[in-house]
Nanobody, 125 residues
Framework: QVQLVESGGGLVQAGGSLRLSCAAS????????MAWFRQAPGKEREFVAT????????DYADSVKGRFTISRNNAKNTVYLQMNSLKPEDTAVYYC??????????????????WGQGTQVTVSS
C-alpha cells in the first residue's frame, strides 16, 4: 500500500503559477505510475497528467498541455505538478493517484488504486 499527501494548492491570479507536490509513504514508490486528476464543483473528476515509474513517459490532458509539467523524484518519494499560465477554469480540487498494475500509465480514474485527500487550487480572474 501507499499513502499520498498533496500540498501546494492555494489562491492565485490568472496567469500565475503554482507547484503541487504529492508525498508518498513506503519504500516502493518507484513501482507506481503516478497521476494528477482534478475535480471542479458539480463536475466529474478528470485526468490532468501522468508519469511512468521511471519518469520516461508523461502524458497530459489537452486542456493543460504546454502549461503544466508533471515530474517525479523517486529518491524523495514525491511527484510534482508545475502549473503555469493558470486560468480560472483550472480551479478545482487536485488529487494525486498511484497505480502499480500496468506498465503504461493510464488516464482513467478507475485505473488508479490509491488517492490522496486533495488540495484546492483557485484561480481568480
Amino acid at each position: 500500500q501507499v499513502q499520498l499527501v498533496e500540498s501546494g494548492g492555494g489562491l492565485v491570479q490568472a496567469g500565475g503559477s503554482l507547484r503541487l507536490s504529492c508525498a508518498a509513504s513506503g519504500r516502493t514508490f518507484s513501482r507506481y505510475n503516478m497521476a494528477w486528476f482534478r475535480q471542479a464543483p458539480g463536475k466529474e473528476r478528470e485526468f490532468v497528467a501522468t508519469v511512468s515509474r521511471s519518469g520516461s513517459i508523461v502524458d497530459y490532458a489537452d486542456s493543460v498541455k504546454g502549461r503544466f509539467t508533471i515530474s517525479r523524484n523517486n529518491a524523495k518519494n514525491t511527484v510534482y505538478l508545475q502549473m503555469n499560465s493558470l486560468k480560472p477554469e483550472d480551479t478545482a480540487v487536485y488529487y494525486c493517484a498511484a497505480d502499480s498494475h500496468v506498465i503504461t500509465p493510464r488516464r482513467t480514474v478507475g485505473g488508479y488504486d490509491y488517492w490522496g485527500q486533495g488540495t484546492q487550487v483557485t484561480v481568480s480572474s
